[in-house]
């Protein structure tokens, strides 16, 4: 069974051309699924579908083995990664980490439980004191990462997350992103314009179009048969 089952998915904006045109891609269990293609060509409106913060104007969206179309984004348990990292700058690591179990209603000792496990998968539990503002930007891709892991997401969604970063920097995210990813076994959907984080980050590549899939295959597959 797939993780997401995206069906014949098509999004229109007003009457114009479909943003997304009868797409369809099945993302397993744990695979790290790349969205690729060039500016306009759908793909952030194709996650936003996933994570529900976009109607769906046909087609159906499945998450696990819910069809999850009419689904408020909270009912979906997904995480979002966003770009900015949307961290609290006057809130320390472990409370950024434990701020949606704070929101949830946890008690005191779940959040210090989740936010220790998870500090110590994302090796971050030397850091928990400081604020975000003292931190690597890697060090910040974590506590990002680690908001979502405290929620036991089914699955993370990141929407071009590199894409402000200069270029040594960028390579160094993308190795701690694939790492982390592979290590956690998470389900993924990585939205990139970026060939080169298409090709190296993900198990397989679907390749967007003016909104049509073009082609979805592993890494080595589009590089043998581009
Ligand atoms: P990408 O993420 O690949 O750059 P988008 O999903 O943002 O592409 O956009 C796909 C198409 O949908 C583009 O033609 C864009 O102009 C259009 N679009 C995106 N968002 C809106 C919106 N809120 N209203 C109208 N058109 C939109
Ligand atoms: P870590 O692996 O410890 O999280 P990074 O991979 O993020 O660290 O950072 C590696 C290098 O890049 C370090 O020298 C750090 O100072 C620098 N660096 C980290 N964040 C930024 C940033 N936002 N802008 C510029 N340089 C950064």
New binding site residues.
């Given amino acids: 069974m797939a993780a997401i089952t995206m069906k014949n998915i098509v999004k229109k904006y007003g009457d114009g051309f479909p943003a997304v045109n009868d797409v369809s891609i099945d993302v397993q269990d744990g695979e790290f699924m790349i969205l690729v293609g060039p500016s306009g060509c759908g793909k952030s409106t194709l996650l936003r579908m996933i994570v529900g913060l976009e109607d769906i104007t046909d087609g159906d969206m499945v998450i696990g083995e819910r069809r999850v179309n009419d689904l408020a984004p909270r009912e979906r348990n997904l995480a979002m990664v966003f770009q900015n990292y949307a961290l609290y700058p006057h809130l320390t690591v472990y409370e950024n980490i434990a701020f949606p179990l704070r929101l949830a209603g946890a008690s005191d000792e779940e959040v210090d439980q989740k936010v220790r496990d998870a500090s110590k998968t994302l090796e971050l539990d030397e850091h928990l004191e400081r604020k975000p503002g003292n ?8 506590v990002a990462m680690g908001r979502a892991i405290v929620r036991d997401a089914d699955a993370f969604l990141f929407d071009e997350p590199l894409s402000n ?2 270029a ?2 960028r390579g ?2 993308r190795t ?1 992103i694939a790492r982390l990813q592979k290590r956690l076994g998470i389900t993924t959907v990585y939205v990139t314009h970026d060939q080169t984080e298409a090709m190296t980050l993900g198990d397989r590549v679907a390749v967007l179009k003016r909104g049509v899939l073009q082609q979805l295959a592993s890494p080595r597959e589009l590089y043998t048969n581009p």
């Fill in positions: 931190l690597s930007g890697g060090q910040r891709q974590r970063l200069d040594k920097l160094q995210m701690e």
